[in-house]
């Protein structure tokens, strides 16, 4: 799993694989802190419902979008390291300022901090990973990765909680929330760079000289930024519309929505990384980049049936299609990074997963728009499952097609 010469230094180099894991874990934590809060803090500042979505929504995704590109650059052309140790400090920070707000305005720059800070967590956390593990294990340490990220959002609502029942008041919670990252941070001491392809003197070429390597590598660099859309853009969707079309159609109760969704979510979130993880490592192994763009095509292919959940009358059969769905969001998201460290040279692979942040996080936006607009005016459940479907099925075959045109850019296993 990790190229070491001694038993010291594989304890030394797995330390280090789990700072790295930690601060993707962190990443996640602190885009969850205001959630067990949110009511709270809302009564105290007397902040309407539109201005929390807002703190939830546009201000905490909007500035990874338009960043992902640069911060891709500067993942590339400096200590990955260095770099992640800060990018943690500032989070931890952020929380911190987040629990010292008494203004709207103070707390959308935090959030908007955390968001931005999320991405670039996630691009540098995996491209240290691409460099600290050998290929062979890449697929299973993405797949730690990711459950690390599910558990870092878990553990902010429980203790969230918790604290806020002891403390009493929504500053002093998020103060203590702050801690954990405080202490990610002390960690990140221990880190290293892994042996990287190109020397330090050879990263600082100009972006011109970038991006025409880029250019250069169109026809992978495209695929794996617009079609993992399509393997996306229905889940996303589905996580805001799929409760609405459970009380408004099948006339559940909010108890059975609540029992739906997050079984739906535990079974995949855990299924999900396991099976992409392992699958990844045994294509790659025996088939090549090549085998994992195939991989993406079937995922796409399956994703089709599975997106028919909206029009179903039955809620078993809701809850079994759109856990189907949500296990193959899941299993991209592991081979979409495994084929992207194979794929792409070390020196431009936090520019390429900036590429493919700022697609996805564009996309994923806009979904939820895109479904009601589809819907139309009434916003009926019928409508809105009907609407889910078609944005299901389309993002999903774009996505097949996508993958399926692909392949011959991407190397066999016997030539990469």
């Known amino acids: 799993m990790l190229a070491v010469t001694s038993t010291a230094d594989r304890l030394l180099q797995l330390l280090r694989l789990f700072v790295v894991i930690a601060a993707g874990w962190g990443a996640t934590y602190a885009v969850a802190t205001l959630g067990p809060v949110q009511e709270s803090m809302r009564e105290a500042l007397?902040?309407?419902?539109?201005?929390?979505?807002?703190?939830?929504?546009?201000?905490?995704?909007?500035?990874?979008?338009?960043?992902?590109?640069?911060?891709?650059?500067?993942?590339?052309?400096?200590?990955?390291?260095?770099?992640?140790a800060i990018f943690v400090a500032l989070d931890a920070a952020a929380v911190m300022l987040a629990g010292t707000s008494r203004t709207f305005a103070t707390l959308a720059v935090a959030r908007a901090v955390i968001g931005l800070l999320m991405s670039a967590i996630a691009m540098d956390a995996c491209a240290l990973l691409?460099?600290?593990?050998?290929?062979?294990?890449?697929?299973?340490?993405?797949?730690?990765?990711?459950?690390?990220?599910?558990?870092?959002m878990s553990a902010a609502f429980y203790w969230g909680g918790a604290i806020l029942v002891r403390e009493g008041t929504w500053n002093a919670t998020m103060e203590w929330l702050a801690l954990p990252l405080a202490l990610v941070c002390l960690l990140t001491v221990v880190l290293r760079d892994g042996s990287r392809d190109t020397p330090a003197c050879e990263r600082h070429g100009s972006p011109r000289e970038v991006w025409t390597q880029i250019w250069a590598m169109r026809g992978r660099v495209l695929p794996l930024a617009f079609g993992p859309v399509g393997l996306s853009v229905g889940y996303m969707a589905s996580l805001v519309w799929a409760p609405p079309i459970l009380s408004r159609s099948l006339a559940l109760r909010p108890d059975r929505v609540g029992a739906i969704?997050?079984?739906?979510?535990?079974?995949?979130?855990?299924?999900?990384?396991?099976?992409?993880?392992?699958?990844?490592?045994?294509?790659?192994?025996?088939?090549?980049?090549?085998?994992?763009?195939?991989?993406?095509?079937?995922?796409?292919?399956?994703?089709?049936?599975?997106?028919?959940?909206?029009?179903?009358?039955?809620?078993?059969?809701?809850?079994?299609?759109?856990t189907l769905l949500s296990?193959?969001?899941?299993?991209?998201?592991?081979l979409v990074s495994t084929l992207s460290i194979a794929a792409f040279p070390d020196e431009l692979r936090g520019l390429c997963f900036g590429i493919q942040n700022a697609i996805m996080g564009i996309f994923a936006s806009v979904s939820p728009l895109i479904v009601s607009q589809l819907a139309g005016r009434s916003m009926h459940a019928g409508n809105i499952g009907r609407a889910l479907a078609v944005v299901c099925l389309t993002t999903s075959a774009l996505g097949m097609v996508t993958f399926i045109w692909s392949r011959r850019h991407f190397l066999p296993r016997q030539l990469a």
């Open 46 to 84: 007397h902040l309407t419902d539109k201005e929390i979505a807002t703190l939830q929504g546009p201000i905490l995704y909007l500035p990874s979008i338009f960043a992902a590109i640069p911060l891709g650059y500067l993942i590339d052309r400096y200590s990955r390291a260095l770099l992640l």
């Open 130 to 152: 691409g460099t600290m593990v050998s290929a062979a294990w890449r697929g299973r340490a993405f797949m730690v990765l990711s459950f690390a990220q599910v558990l870092g």
């Open 327 to 334: 296990i193959m969001f899941f299993m991209k998201g592991i």
């Open 261 to 322: 969704m997050g079984t739906s979510l535990m079974i995949s979130a855990i299924s999900g990384p396991t099976l992409g993880g392992y699958l990844s490592d045994r294509i790659e192994r025996l088939a090549g980049p090549r085998g994992l763009v195939t991989g993406l095509a079937i995922l796409a292919a399956l994703e089709l049936p599975a997106g028919l959940f909206g029009i179903t009358s039955n809620a078993l059969m809701f809850e079994i299609l759109l």
